[in-house]
């Protein structure tokens, strides 16, 4: 079973700051996906990389997929208190459609 | 609906109670999944529903958890004489490639 390792686990910054979280996985990532939870809410979708060296970027957020598939990243540029949550990445189990998620950042953004 | 509705959205039970979550899927998505989130943990998985296919329960913890899908849409995951372990937020989501999956808002369960 692959595991996805987050880190760091917690993360309190002020507003305006940048920021970078990182999952890393232990075998090649078919696919990546991006999730954030708002609490009390479930987790919403952010973004899906497919390919090795993949940048997709959503307004002030930036994901980057490894080259060699088997990390990834999200730095937030210039963080707003709207961007607090907690930061979840998750892969397809390998010929399946279930995801496995890590275990997340959680985000704290002080205004 | 527009979205995956769950309920209840809060589920205060006493130990040993059984106890029935409720999913609505999105229409028109064919796998459904239950997952399992405890405070300050990632999600786990439970259960998986694709199509007429066979569940994949290798997530379940114990044969006292336990869930179905009718007709293809609603989906109820029942536990047995619950243990003050089963304390959690319950998360379903359904997909209709397995890109991108739409989480309900959970239901929170409170095992006393």
């Known amino acids: 079973t692959q595991l996805l390792e987050q880190s760091p686990q917690f993360l309190s910054i002020q507003e305006g700051e940048n920021l970078t979280v990182y999952c890393n996985s232990s075998?090649?990532?078919?696919?990546l996906q991006w999730y954030r939870q708002e609490p009390g809410e479930g987790p919403v979708l952010l973004v899906t990389?497919?390919?090795?060296?993949e940048v997709k970027k959503l307004k002030r957020l930036t994901f980057q997929f490894g080259d060699a598939r088997k990390d990834s990243s999200l730095h937030i540029t210039a963080a707003q208190p709207g961007d607090t949550g907690l930061y979840l990445c998750?892969?397809?189990?390998?010929?399946?459609?279930?995801?496995?998620f890590g275990k997340g950042t959680k985000l704290t953004v002080n205004p | 609906g527009a979205g995956v509705s769950q309920s209840p959205s809060n589920k205060v039970t006493e130990k040993g109670k059984d106890v029935e979550l409720r999913c609505d899927p999105i229409?028109?998505?064919?796998?459904l999944y239950w997952y399992r989130q405890s405070l300050g943990q990632g999600l786990e998985f439970l259960i998986y529903?694709?199509?007429?296919?066979?569940?994949?329960k290798s997530g379940l913890p114990s044969d006292r958890f336990s869930a179905e899908r009718t007709g293809g849409s609603v989906s109820t995951l029942t536990i047995q004489r619950t243990q003050q372990e089963d304390s959690a937020v319950y998360l379903c989501?359904?997909?209709?490639?397995?890109?991108?999956?739409?989480f309900g808002s959970g239901t929170r369960l409170t095992v006393v």
């Open positions: 989501a359904s997909s209709f490639s397995g890109y991108g999956y739409t």
């Open positions: 075998s090649v990532f078919s696919s």
């Open positions: 990389v497919v390919t090795g060296g």
């Open positions: 998750a892969e397809l189990q390998g010929g399946s459609e279930k995801l496995v």
């Open positions: 229409s028109g998505h064919t796998a």
């Open positions: 529903f694709q199509g007429n296919s066979a569940p994949d």
